[in-house]
């Protein structure tokens, strides 16, 4: 049973332009949200978190939106770099659940130069 | 910061043959220890964590044990590998305060064939 998903397993963004990454989540006790970056022949990168009790999270060209009445958040990269090519995770964790984050399936950014 | 060492990066095994891929942590001390898979269109699913010297909790149960002999080092091993033992295993670790930011190392492609 996936408890996180992310539906798109691609994208592909003209570089300059904005990059939208979407994920949906079903578990309502789920408080704390990440988004992972990863490269082949690595292992993932933190990239950005949101706690429930806000709404926006912003790191330079990263933002995070967490939506909890509709639980999905999404990652926004304003403006989309060629070194932004990767693949995505998103993952989220519940407070009584600590010891494990939940990862979604991922999606491939392709930013095209 | 800490660095995680993990090998081999690509490994192909029959079916039947044990398997022992290792892991080690360097820069933090008593952190928690994890192994994780993510198998063909799936998200990275959560197989043991560590939060000491000889415990290992299980998440899900399957052909696969885990040990920790040592602080830093945790291994993943199984007497006999089955064809759905195939994945990329990653090894992370969390630092005790920082709820959920794992560090991941490179990650090993296991074939089993």
């Known amino acids: 049973d996936q408890q996180v998903k992310q539906n798109s397993p691609s994208l592909s963004v003209q570089e300059g332009r904005i990059s939208i990454l979407n994920c949906d989540y079903t578990?309502?006790?789920?408080?704390?949200f990440l988004w992972y970056k990863k490269y082949p022949a690595e292992g993932p990168t933190f990239l950005i978190s949101?706690?429930?009790?806000?709404d926006k999270n912003e790191d330079g060209r990263f933002t995070v939106f967490l939506n909890k009445s509709a639980k999905h958040l999404s990652l926004h990269i304003v403006p989309s770099q060629p070194g932004d090519s990767a693949v995505y995770f998103c993952a989220a964790s519940s407070q009584t659940g600590a010891n494990n984050l939940f990862f979604g399936t991922g999606t491939r950014l392709t930013v095209i130069p | 910061s800490q660095t995680i060492h993990q090998w081999p990066a690509t490994l192909v095994q029959p079916v039947g043959s044990p398997l022992s891929l290792e892991c080690t942590v360097e820069?933090?001390?008593?952190?928690?220890l994890y192994w994780y898979r993510q198998a063909a269109g799936r998200g990275l699913q959560l197989l043991f964590y560590s939060v000491g010297i000889g415990q290992i909790s299980s998440e899900v149960p399957q052909n696969l044990s885990a040990s920790r002999p040592q602080d830093r080092q945790f291994i993943l091993s199984s007497k006999k590998l089955l064809l759905s033992d195939s994945g990329f295993y990653l090894c992370a670790c969390k630092t005790t305060g920082l709820r959920e930011k794992l560090f991941f190392g490179s990650g090993t492609q296991l074939s089993v064939l």
């Open positions: 820069g933090t001390s008593n952190p928690n």
């Open positions: 578990n309502s006790m789920f408080d704390y």
């Open positions: 949101i706690s429930s009790i806000k």
